[in-house]
């Protein structure tokens, strides 16, 4: 049987624990998982790219056959370059369907080869977004839980 590598792309901005519920779904799967935080600057992030590397990069380390790197350009062309052929994303309610449906479809226009496969989290997750915890953390709410501990300290320092 193939083993293939896959691909978790996303802004974690900041990593939330639904993020790390699919990671450890995926690592479950497939033979190695790249999670590929993107520097996309249009999304104006509030933690700059290196911040939220070492916020996955310590939250996924004791998950088995994860490596965690910073990516830019084309995604297909990165997951090629990476010999891998699957994209990993998260579905949590209906109104992420449409954008997810979007992108799994121009992405298999650019590279038919590369196959897009959606996980769900566990349903105590499925509200929760990197908006929503910025937004309590700045508010003073406890983030706890509903991040992982590495991420914490980062919400405490970080003026939102
Ligand atoms: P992007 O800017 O690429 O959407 P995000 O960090 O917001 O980056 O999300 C990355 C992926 O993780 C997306 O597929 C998103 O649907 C998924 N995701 C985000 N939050 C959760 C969650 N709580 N549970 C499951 N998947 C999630």
Same mark, same amino acid.
């Given at each position: 049987m193939k083993q293939p590598i896959a691909v978790y792309p996303g $802004? =974690? *901005?900041? /990593? &939330?624990n639904g993020h790390l519920d699919i990671i450890t779904r995926a690592s479950l799967i497939f033979s190695k998982v790249i999670v590929a935080v993107t520097d996309n600057s249009n999304k104006n992030p509030s933690f700059d790219i290196k911040t939220r590397y070492k916020m996955l990069a310590d939250a996924a380390k004791?998950? /088995?056959?994860v490596e965690v790197e910073i990516f830019s350009g084309l995604l297909v062309d990165y997951v090629g370059g990476k010999k891998a052929s699957v994209i990993i994303r998260g579905l949590r309610?209906? $109104? *992420? =369907?449409e954008y997810e449906f979007q992108m799994a479809l121009m992405n298999r226009r650019l590279n038919k080869k590369i196959e897009t496969v959606f996980l769900m989290p *566990?349903? $105590? @997750? &499925? @509200?929760?977004s990197s908006s929503i915890v910025k937004q309590v953390s700045r508010l003073g709410g406890n983030t706890k839980g509903l991040v992982p501990k590495s991420v914490e300290k980062y919400l405490k320092e970080k003026t939102l």
């Open positions: $802004s =974690f *901005d900041p /990593p &939330t004791n998950i /088995p056959g309610v209906v $109104s *992420d =369907f *566990d349903e $105590s @997750y &499925t @509200y929760l």
